[in-house]
């Protein structure tokens, strides 16, 4: 039997999953460089900066998007996978 992994078990993978998918809501596609500015009552990002509402969890980056990279909270795997999940369904009022 072959082990199985979690689809998105870096913390990193999913943040840019979400930029991703806020490029694609906004019609464009994600610059490293410069992310794209988005927030409504769940979470906000913006260059450098992506910030979890409920909790407080901010996340930052020094000018491309996985430099420097660091967070306020020091949460598990799970714990990263189930904010960006809420973040992501909270993009499409789900």
């Not at 943040?15 to 409504?40: H, M, R, W």
């Not at 990002?45 to 998007?65: P, S």
Request: net charge negative; charged share 25%.
């Amino acid at each position: 039997m072959s082990e199985q992994f979690e689809m998105y078990d870096d913390p990193f993978k999913m943040l840019i999953l979400l930029a991703t998918l806020v490029c694609e809501k906004q019609g464009t596609e994600l610059d490293y460089g410069q992310v794209p500015s988005y927030e409504n009552d769940t979470f906000s990002i913006r260059h450098e900066r992506f910030v979890y509402k409920k909790d407080g969890t901010e996340i930052t980056w020094f000018e491309f998007l996985g430099r420097d990279i660091a967070s306020t909270q020091d949460l598990t795997r799970s714990g990263y996978n189930k904010m960006f999940v809420d973040c992501m369904a909270s993009l499409y009022q789900l």
